[in-house]
């Protein structure tokens, strides 16, 4: 077996992991991996800025489901792509970004176009590695796939010093990943989930509160048997719109600052709040103390045990893929046939619901809208032109609320927007990004004045 250089290895490496695209901008530290680039068969999206690429690795992996591929240079090409590692961090986005990095002589020397990106990226990626050795490259990329991609997503950055790209070893990439410290749990506690349905059954008001985790997990279809074997409303995060069609009656659109009245009064009187894949982020929340006052029990189902009970006190923890969870819930509501008793009450509570949706829209229509260009007129004639069959991107401000409130999404990874950073700059490139994942998709982005100029 022939020895290759390490920037080859990583190159292989990349291919062995399935990945067919690319996103960076090269520089002197990274030149090697961009040699080997060259004659690979991975296609290469050139951005202006850094910070470019991140976005669309994120709307990529956002669309696809597989991690993004970042490629930037040390320094200052490292830096500038802080902050879309920061913004998928938050939004638990899969991504990888490889940097180059001076030389390991050098490191610690204030060498020209060095900074510690290991250091600087710790508190914003769930992993990252400085790779030393030439032998530890295929295996650390392996690694940074693997934890990029399993239990709650996230980024993760690995540096590539110059002479460790430039050395040369034998290229074997590991069929599998064992990591001591790091094993997610996938199946959710078969007890735990048997008190959620008991409690739920008793309940006279129940609520599902949805978050962007049901997407990651690909588990929008059991979400949507669920719901509808039950009779139970859901809301959803600005994270999670998507995973429940807007054409369905069980469906309330968004919950907390930006959501309707009639959701919002929802929460506020349900007796049994079922949160899936969500993280009781501020924006949902407001106060604490004020949060579904009247719930007796709050049930929380995540893949990340951290997140639970961090925010709000949960009754009910159960911590597992969401995908795996719903399709226990079904198989033991399933032997249950009291549950289907409670239907009538439920069908009331959701009667109640609408009653002050209608009382109080979030819109007013007075009939003239058609007599101006108003957002509501755009983003009604965006589904008309499109029937919810496409991916909408947005920025970060006024714009990406009416989009959010007003756009019936239909299905799950169809909807790109920065929710826990609120990255202004995020739209456009993250549209680009979602067209190389789906490009027989149309992808509209929608921006706002002061967003658009910032990755122009």
Known sequence: MKKIKGSQIVIESLIAEGVEVVFGYPGGAILPTYDALLDSKLKHVL?????????????????????????????????????????A???????????????????????FQEADFVG???????????????????RTIKEAFYIAGTGRPGPVVVD??????????????????????????????????????????????????VGGGVQWSGAAPELRELVKGLGIPVTETLMGLGSMPASDSLRLGMLGMHGSYGTNTAVVNTDCLVAIGARFDD????????????????????????????NVKVHIPIVGDIKSVLADMLVQIKSRESIGQRR?????????????????????????????????????????????????????GQHQMWVAQLFPFQNPRSWLTSGGLGTMGYGLPAGIGAKFAAPDKPVI????????????
């Open 47 to 87: 951005v202006r800025h850094e910070q470019g690429a991140t976005h669309m690795a994120e709307g990529y992996a956002r669309v696809s489901g597989r991690p993004g591929v970042v490629i930037v240079t040390s320094g200052p090409g490292a830096t500038n792509a802080v902050t879309g590692i920061a913004d």
């Open 89 to 111: 961090y938050m939004d638990s986005t899969p991504m990888v970004v490889l940097s180059g990095q001076v030389p390991t002589s050098l490191i610690g020397n204030d060498a």
């Open 120 to 138: 600087i990226t710790r508190p914003c990626t769930k992993h990252n590695f400085l790779v030393k050795n030439v032998k530890d490259v295929a």
């Open 160 to 209: 590539l010093p110059r002479d460790v790209q430039q050395a040369e070893h034998l290229f074997k990439y590991p069929d599998n990943v064992v990591l001591r410290s790091y094993k997610p749990t996938i199946r959710g506690n078969p007890r735990q989930i048997e008190r959620a349905i008991e409690a739920i059954e008793k309940s006279s008001r129940p609520l599902f509160y």
């Open 283 to 310: 924006r949902v929340t407001g106060r604490i103390a004020d949060f579904a006052p009247k719930a007796e029990t709050i049930i929380h189902m995540d893949i990340d045990p951290s997140s639970i009970s961090k």
């Open 344 to 396: 009538a009450e439920w069908t009331k509570w959701r009667q109640q619901i609408m009653q002050w949706q209608k009382e109080r829209p979030l819109y007013e229509r007075n009939g003239k809208e058609r007599e101006t260009v108003s957002p509501l007129n755009v983003i009604e004639e965006m589904y008309n032109l499109t029937k919810g069959d496409c991916i909408v991107a947005t920025d970060v």
């Open 445 to 456: 982005v929608v921006s706002g004045d002061g967003s658009v100029q910032m990755n122009i």
